[in-house]
């Protein structure tokens, strides 16, 4: 049996079993999602279409990964102006398993995750418990709770990397860094072409994953410093 589904603004034709990247779903790894929006579904030749989508169908899908598309980079210039811009684009997305297709009505076999309103609003519900049975010496313990806080948020500021003493390389001279990559790159502390060069493929999915440079841009910056660090 197959089902065709709308998600994010898009069609795909799925089947029990396929793994299918879509555009981002609020939810975690291991979570079940329902799919309502079945425009058809059928097994061989007897197909069912909607009006615009069927009643009572419904795919469920168990969540696998949430990562990023690689980066489109969209260029626009203009004749006789000198007017350029490039910008850059990376979707987010969530590579789901479909699990079950399911017909009139039909419950799935697992739950699906809950909706982020409802967490937000049972977050709020135990925290107003919380502050109505607060003691007088609460006050002091939010403080603490603040201050752990701030130190979590320096954590997460602190760069990816430990930059060299020394004067930076001027690193838009590699082909594909201009002056604001040059400057995200030196934000996260990497400032020589010896830094790039020597980058490992470990080194490499951590910039992926926290900065808006796809992987083949980077090992493509890491072949061109290995040249330039020869110098």
Request: proline fraction near 4%; aromatic fraction near 4%.
């Amino acid at each position: 049996m197959f089902a065709v589904i709308k998600t994010g603004g898009k069609q795909y034709r799925v089947a029990a079993n396929d793994l299918l990247k879509i555009e981002k779903l609020e939810a975690k790894v291991g979570d079940i999602v329902e799919i309502g929006n079945v425009l058809a579904h059928g097994e061989g030749e007897n197909v069912t279409f909607g009006a615009p989508f069927v009643d009572g169908a419904l795919v469920t899908a168990e969540v696998v990964e949430q990562g990023k598309n690689r980066t489109v980079i969209a260029f626009k210039k203009r004749r006789r102006q000198n007017s350029r811009r490039k910008i850059g684009h990376r979707q987010l997305l969530t590579t789901v398993r479909i699990a079950e297709i399911l017909l009139g009505g039909a419950k799935p076999s697992k739950k699906a995750a809950a909706k982020p309103e409802a967490k937000a609003e049972a977050k709020a519900e135990v925290a107003a418990e919380a502050k109505a049975e607060a003691t007088p010496k609460e006050p002091k313990a939010k403080k603490e709770t603040k201050a752990e806080a701030a130190s979590g948020e320096e954590a997460k500021a602190a760069p990816l990397f430990k930059a060299p003493k020394g004067e930076p390389d001027d690193l838009t001279v590699i082909k594909g860094i201009g002056p604001v990559a040059a400057k995200d790159l030196a934000e996260q502390g990497i400032i020589t072409f010896a830094q790039l060069a020597k980058l490992s493929d470990k080194d490499v999915a951590k910039i992926d994953e926290h900065m808006p440079f796809s992987a083949d841009q980077i090992k493509d910056w890491r072949e061109q410093a290995k040249e330039l660090a020869k110098k």
